[in-house]
């Protein structure tokens, strides 16, 4: 019976091809596709259709029928030269030597596709058996125009020695790690060390199995640029399109973490200069390649669609479109929309000039000193804005804020916590202030000594960036001094977060006590008088105000009264409990005190 499913599955109609879209999180649009096979029924799974091919010894032929499927429908999806599509290949089938007369460079081409738009994506399913092998196929696909793709990266047999192996051009994160990745810690530490190791080694990240906003907002945040999973599309047989519902959630979120970034809000309109902008049909190629020869200063321009950014033409591209054998006579006579760059960076004018630099450096080699098109809140030219600008002041910005940063923290100090209450505010929308201090600490410091104090106070900014980090770009932790630190939280705080901190402070602070200290429950310490007396351990306080039981225009030092007072509270709760624990302001103007212990 198995044989003759696999042998109705090894035929034309056997087989049918889905794609699922990756996006760009940078535009929130597709940028490509993942080409996907299912079986007919009863073999619909593609994990049983290929576990069954396997175990028969038809995975070549299998495969080899899902590519011709995948490439049959290329022209379907493929509209635009910037689009990618991803064909799965395990890497038995990628190392056997028919391989590479069964998918080239000449038959993809056939299809009326660039060789570079391809992306072989080796899939984890099986080990690989040669690496040797595996690094000088993956150089003889490059050397064709293919990109690589490892799938599934810590899944499966896709490891390091894999990714030290062909240095791909693409690495996805497997979903069991994108999976509730805003409420894991230790995942996100995990996908942001494999940013920076995808940068170190210019290859790019994609998320894959992304559910849900939350999701999504911690990998923007992590870094992330390329996502693909059910909160845009599931795999499906009709090309996709983000919706305006969808784009409108990525720019909500963008606008979060630009908000976040503590910047000022016109630090990027400061710096935006009008370039020249042409209509899509104003001039010929010939006619802007006089412009340029006779205009020494005209460095870039701007292709316009009506008042809507289409291109972006650059003197260095330009050029080496035009010139060379046939480029002039190639281009001449058509208008200056065909040689612009279509995949050009374009941010909205209240973008922070850090996060613009974030943005910039993530394109492609050849694109990453680009100008960069600023639009309005309706997409319509505003102007550009030039690396190198955009590098100078980000070093400004940089100095200014390592001036006021905690040197033992590195968190932000003063200065930046009453710009976050300031912006906080001037909105309409709720936030809550989190005043957090250690109880005990002058006595702790006094015993055990400065060294000793300072790691304590560095565990608890480590404990509060952690335990808030669920909170994405919507909280903003600063360090008042000393033991002192304040959170800002727009929109809702969970309880539960406030919780974990108080738990995971009291479960890491045990390294910071003498053995003997901890097991009998206390410390020596002498007090102002000179007298010895039995300190309990150091307990975490944490005093929540919420904007919305406060009042309108509420003074800084009606809020630092109320604070005291929360904070005072607390203390109490802590000390007759041993426990780190919070108290929230309930009511209008602190008449009721609400709180929880960890």
């Not at 990618?84 to 890497?91: A, E, L, Y």
Request: glycine fraction near 8%.
């Amino acid at each position: 019976m198995a044989v003759m499913l696999m042998d109705d599955a090894i035929c034309c109609e056997g087989v049918r091809t889905v794609f699922q879209p990756v996006v760009d999180l940078f535009g929130g649009q597709v940028w490509g596709y993942e080409f996907l096979s299912r079986g007919r029924p009863p073999v619909e799974s593609a994990c049983e259709l290929f576990d069954r091919a396997e175990r028969m010894g038809v995975l070549w032929e299998l495969e080899e029928l899902c590519r011709d499927s995948a490439l049959k429908t290329l022209s379907t999806v493929i509209d635009s030269e910037d689009r990618r599509v991803f064909i799965n290949v395990t890497p038995s089938v990628f190392l056997n030597g028919k391989f590479p007369s069964s998918f080239n460079r000449s038959i993809v081409e056939q299809m009326g596709v660039r060789s570079s738009q391809v992306v072989i994506e080796l899939t984890e399913r099986q080990e690989v058996s040669d690496y040797g092998l595996l690094s000088r196929r993956v150089e003889e696909m490059k050397e064709q125009g293919f990109r690589i793709a490892i799938d599934d990266l810590g899944a499966g047999h896709s490891g390091l020695i894999m990714l030290a192996s062909c240095i791909p051009d693409y690495i996805k994160l497997d979903m069991a790690l994108i999976r509730d990745i805003h409420e894991e810690p230790r995942k996100q530490h995990i996908v942001r060390s494999m940013v920076g190791l995808a940068s170190q080694v210019e290859s790019r990240i994609i998320a894959e199995g992304v559910e849900t906003r939350q999701e999504l907002e911690t990998l923007m945040r992590l870094g992330i640029r390329f996502v693909q999973g059910y909160l845009f599309a599931k795999p499906s047989c009709e090309p996709f399109e983000v919706s305006h519902s969808q784009r409108d959630m990525v720019q909500s979120i963008w606008d979060d973490l630009q908000a976040s970034e503590g910047e000022a809000p016109d630090g990027l309109l400061s710096m935006t200069t009008r370039a020249r902008a042409m209509q899509r049909d104003e001039i010929s190629c010939k006619d802007l390649w006089y412009v340029m020869k006779n205009t020494p200063e005209f460095d870039h321009g701007v292709v316009l669609d009506g008042k809507t950014p289409v291109g972006l033409v650059t003197r260095n591209d330009f050029a080496s479109k035009m010139g060379g054998a046939y480029g002039f006579h190639l281009f001449q006579n058509r208008p200056v929309e065909a040689a612009a760059k279509k995949n050009f960076l374009s941010v909205g004018h209240s973008c922070s000039v850090r996060h613009l630099s974030k943005l910039a450096m993530e394109r492609c080699p050849d694109a990453i000193y680009d100008p960069v098109v600023v639009v309005d809140t309706r997409g319509h030219y505003m102007g550009t804005v030039t690396m190198k600008q955009v590098i100078a002041r980000s070093a400004e910005i940089e100095v200014r804020q390592a001036l006021t940063c905690n040197p033992l923290s590195g968190l932000p100090g003063n200065q930046e916590i009453q710009r976050w209450i300031s912006r906080c505010k001037g909105c309409d929308s709720s936030f809550a202030l989190i005043y957090a201090d250690l109880d005990r600490f002058k006595e702790y410091n006094d015993t055990y000594g400065f060294i000793d104090g300072d790691g304590l106070i560095k565990l608890t900014a480590s404990v509060l960036q952690e335990g808030f980090s669920e909170l994405g770009s919507r909280v903003s932790l600063g360090h008042v001094g000393g033991d002192d630190f304040v959170a800002v939280v727009t929109g809702n705080l969970p309880e539960g977060c406030l919780d974990s901190v108080c738990r995971e402070f009291d479960r890491r602070k045990r390294d910071f006590f003498h053995q003997e200290d901890w097991e009998r429950g206390f410390f020596s310490s002498v007090s102002r008088k000179g007298e010895v007396c039995k300190v309990s351990p150091v307990t975490l306080s944490l005093a929540v105000i919420e904007k919305d039981n406060l009042g309108k225009d509420l003074h800084p030092a009606k809020i630092s009264e109320i604070a005291a007072c929360l904070k005072h509270r607390a203390k109490q709760l802590t000390y007759e409990t041993g426990r780190s624990g919070w108290v929230q302001e309930r009511r209008f103007h602190g008449d009721s005190l609400g709180g929880g212990l960890s």
